[in-house]
């Protein structure tokens, strides 16, 4: 594995010093420099924050902008940020109208937002909380609880930074993030594994011909593994998943989001998404959102994931707010 | 390796469906499938065009858009547009003011922009052309006639889109675009080799633990094959081929363009710009405009490509207006 890197244990720090080179916009915390927000929070707003990880960029740095994020805790590749990264990014991002930290469910993220929202609390500031589940191959239908987030936590970010923007309050940016999110589920399907710099190898194996389907975005085992299919079937396979687990009807309109995991080329991702489209038309729904690309990676892993939004008249207002970010830039961009 | 295709032989075809289906700002041309562009060019305005092959997305047809490209003609992996896609390009853009076709120094991309050229005025269509040269190690400096356009493409495009925006003529478009091109150069490090689909095996190779300093955007030879270095002497390698090659100066402002060829992580494009960013502070130039990320890929190949442009007041103001596309969006997106 040939990589662009000075040292395996230093990625992230270098990282961070590049994204801070080429974003101005973009500012580490005094205090810690594994929190990196917009340069100035609008005062009186409620702070947006997210947490996780890197190795998943642009995610979920690159999501910090007007409409989306105010603040991140930066993690180590494929790592929880410290509860003190969390509770600086609170701090960082209270603009004295309480914080929404909008997460994905994974074991060290949420014991250590947990801590973080206590220790905000010992510091009057308010924090509501609400947890990405929208990966369906990670648990069953009656066990939404133990999904974990993926790449519908982009539509979570997004709808939660779209109602701050617009003046809402804790309860309504919380409970716009949760609706989002409720209303979301996705897929992936991978096809090579990806090594973690400072592990040298990878903790898990795609052996070519072979796809996995429901792969978890740092390799966590899927539904099943097949001998590769054509496009039309991977998305026949991921809607096949996907569309049950909702309660979605002929007619109704969604979001579709189409990610690459980090080595699949940007044609690749067209194809899945033309196929993903002509099936959904299939299936009576119309496409009210589109995006495609590597918006939530993991390392150089090859392969795709599949986030199907469920759109109503609110969603629909907040998915089409102006925003911009490294990851995402909308409308007249804020 | 494992693709998210239909059939090698289609790729271009099922890509072209998936962009269409996405990005519903953009046709295809209703008599050549293989030319994409915006869905209604200005009247009057400059049309600005480019072609190239496919498999470098999201260049060529993701720079279609506002402020940019007003068609792209479309070719194989790797494989120059047809004569007649060119034709068609501008036919689609001509808006009676003219044409600027800005194109890559290929042999196939010249032949049959020459041909379309004289096509074009046959039909009272008026082309100028503009051919990049940015790809410092392809040729010495007394032979920059000979040197591949690559990823300071997009610095001509967008000067070039912005000249036309602005109500340039067509002589006022292309001097902007080769004003663009002639202050820019650019350098390639490959780390992997990839695969054209239809073919299904790397025509060059790239070992494990070395690296192509000067590599081309399709495997063409670069300048040497060394052991990997760290990022930092990656950066000092590519800017001591970039630098000497321009007439800059202490005190001189620049843009810097970092893009991933395919399966480089955005994490290490961000590594890299870090360093580049630091050399260029000790070599007391300033940065003006910044861009990192997957601009200017080769399918799946690991590596980066560094993009310097010398500025001056007429780029400032062409690269700082807005536009809107796949592959960049700027200012208030026009």
């Known amino acids: ?5 000075n040292h395996p244990d230093q990625v992230v720090e270098d990282m961070l010093r590049g994204v801070l080179a080429a974003h101005p916009e973009l500012t580490a915390d005094p205090r810690n420099p594994r929190v990196i927000g917009v340069a100035r929070p ?18 979920f740095l690159g999501y910090a902008g007007p409409g989306l994020l105010d603040a991140v805790a930066v993690g180590e590749v494929f790592s929880s940020p410290t509860a003190k990264s969390f509770l600086d990014a609170f701090r960082r991002a209270d603009q004295g109208a309480g914080v929404a930290c909008l997460y994905g469910n994974y074991a060290g993220d949420n014991m250590n937002v947990k801590m973080a929202v206590k220790m905000a609390a010992a510091q009057g500031i308010d924090v509501k909380t609400v947890v990405a589940n929208d990966d369906v191959a990670s648990a069953g239908r009656d066990e939404r609880i133990k999904r974990r987030g993926v790449a519908g936590e982009i539509l979570m970010w997004k709808a939660g930074g779209a109602r701050a923007a617009l003046g809402g309050d804790l309860d309504a940016v919380i409970a716009s993030a949760q609706k989002a999110i409720d209303h979301t589920r996705s897929v992936g399907i991978g096809l090579s594994a990806c090594t973690i710099p400072a592990n040298g190898k990878a903790n898990f194996h795609i052996a070519d011909g072979e796809m996995e389907l429901g792969i978890g975005h740092h390799g966590e085992h899927g539904v099943k593994v097949t001998r590769t299919v054509p496009a039309k079937d991977m998305a026949a396979l991921m809607l096949d998943i996907v569309l049950p687990d909702f309660p979605l009807e002929r007619g109704e309109e969604v979001s579709v989001l189409v990610s690459g995991l980090g080595a699949t080329p940007l ?68």
């Open 1 to 5: 594995m040939n990589r662009v890197i």
């Open 267 to 334: 044609m690749e991702q067209y194809i899945l998404y033309a196929e993903v489209a002509a099936r959904l038309a299939e299936a009576g729904l119309s496409i009210g959102f589109r995006f495609v690309g590597n918006l939530f990676t993991s390392l150089e892993m090859m392969g795709v994931t599949l986030t199907v939004t469920r759109l109503d008249d609110e969603l629909k207002q907040l998915l089409a707010a102006p925003c911009r970010s490294i990851g995402l830039t909308m409308g007249d961009g804020a």
């Open 42 to 59: 609008a005062r009186g707003k409620v702070g947006v924050v997210t947490g996780g990880g890197s190795g998943h960029e642009p995610a």
